[in-house]
């Protein structure tokens, strides 16, 4: 399908492919619609025509999806939902939103970046009770009855669904405390020789970008800790160097508590996602959506 094609027929037939689908038959998917069954068939004809296979093995009595319909079902059904979704925030908007979101993030990243977003949540939306929790690991979602959480790095369970959050800038620093104390270094390779501050606790080597090159340091040091306040407090103790984001470095650089190692060296960006299960309420759909602008933001000003 080419880029530059006209989408709306092609959205419209989906949206009712996705119905069809879910209806379990063209008849049941038409009333449902409140359409004709010709005007259903004519469409999903049209979608298939345009994509060139067969999505459904069909008859008056049977409907089965083909391979082929199998896979584009998952793109039609989560556009329906979308749609759907998008209606009932609009509908959110014009009423006053009430109810209740629980949600989970770390402890320094939630104070920095998420409780400034939720101060400004509920001045808009003060009917909207917010149950926070702050917590360092990885809580089961549902286990703990959290519908969002902020998590950093790639999502391990498949059945929730990711979105990122802010793409984070990060820095190699020390405090000039320890500069003091070891040479600063002058290559990549001198890393190796030097005192970090390790988080999180199981990181043993870091990569680094050096123009083509991609390098791993190992990550060594008298200092372990689970908590990323910890690590910026223990650096700007002089404990060590450390992998920081540009929301704690940028300001403490500016005032000359920290001083940037090695400018030269790209480090990979900390990514933070917003995760929640596929379905959620309505006024976790309006803190996620909310949120999701805001990281936006925090993107064009990451300081």
Not at 34 to 60: C, D, F, W
Not at 96 to 122: D, M, Q, W, Y
């Amino acid at each position: 399908m080419p880029d530059d094609a006209p989408i709306l027929d092609e959205l419209r037939a989906m949206a009712v492919f996705a119905t069809v689908v879910r209806a379990g038959s063209f008849a049941a998917g038409a009333r449902a619609l409140g359409l004709t069954r010709a005007v259903v068939s004519h469409h999903i004809r049209a979608l298939e025509t345009r994509l060139g296979v067969p999505l459904a093995q069909r008859s008056t009595r049977s409907f089965s999806l083909t391979p082929a319909g199998e896979a584009f079902r998952v793109h039609c059904e989560r556009l329906l939902d979308e749609a759907h979704d998008g209606i009932r925030g609009m509908e959110l908007l014009r009423a006053e939103p009430s109810g209740e979101v629980r949600i989970t993030c770390s402890h320094h990243f939630g104070n920095k970046r998420i409780l400034p977003a939720l101060l400004e949540f509920r001045r808009r939306y003060p009917s909207v009770r917010l149950h926070v929790a702050m917590n360092d690991s990885n809580v089961d979602l549902v286990q703990q009855g959290m519908e969002l959480a902020v998590r950093a790095g790639p999502l391990a369970d498949s059945s929730l669904v990711a979105r990122r959050l802010v793409k984070e800038p990060t820095m190699l620093c020390a405090a000039p405390a320890y500069l003091r104390r070891y040479r600063a270094p002058t290559s990549v390779e001198e890393l190796a020789q030097h005192r970090w501050v390790v988080y999180p606790p199981n990181q043993k080597t870091l990569s680094l970008q050096q123009g083509e090159r991609e390098i791993q340091v190992p990550v060594r040091g008298d200092v372990i800790t689970d908590s990323a306040a910890s690590r910026l407090a223990f650096v700007l103790a002089g404990e060590g160097l450390a992998r920081l984001p540009a929301y704690d470095a940028a300001t403490l650089l500016a005032s000359g508590e920290l001083v940037r190692v090695l400018p030269q060296v790209q480090t990979a960006p900390l990514e933070i996602y917003l995760v929640h299960a596929q379905r959620v309420g309505p006024s976790a759909r309006l803190l996620r959506d909310f949120l999701l602008q805001a990281g936006q933001e925090m993107m064009a000003s990451p300081t």
